[in-house]
């Protein structure tokens, strides 16, 4: 199949990508722009791993081509902490160990930044609720449900920062 060249805006940085155009966006952030934190588990758009943001909404990069995302802003977990300083919500994971292997966590951290925008206060039934479109293998659920309400509380200024 032909490749064309595309341009992909990706946490604010634009990349040259030549692809054919049944290119998965998951494989072009991890093949093309080198964002390996974009991970791929199922590829059919169960497990969540592959979440990214697209103008600031939540999308299956394994459901995405590529070509159709073009002239948009695309957000990775690469583009959540701003420099050496975690995001809150990739520090309440940290200090409330809500990961084990780490496979499952980007798609959840990338989940939550953008519930938490919308939905500030959620309660502990919401959050589990979103989170059932995330899978985890190993950690189990408690400890990401408290990490997402821990940041949630500092979101919103109810809680001590580091
Ligand atoms: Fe995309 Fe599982 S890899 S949802
Ligand atoms: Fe290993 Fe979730 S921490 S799959």
Known sequence: MEKKLIHLEVNGTRHAVHCDSRKLLSDALREDCRLTGTHVGCEHGVCGACTVQIDG??????????????????????????GARLSALQQAFHECHALQCGFCTPGIVMTFDAYLRENPQPCAV????????????????????????LAAERLRGEAANV
Do not use: D, K, P
């Open 57 to 82: 909404q939540l999308a299956r990069a394994c459901l995405t081509f590529a070509v159709q995302a073009q002239e948009t802003c695309i957000t990775t977990i690469e583009g959540m902490a701003a």
């Open 126 to 149: 919401e959050v589990r609720e979103v989170l059932s479109g995330n899978l985890c293998r190993c950690t189990g659920y408690q400890n990401i449900v408290r990490a997402v309400l």
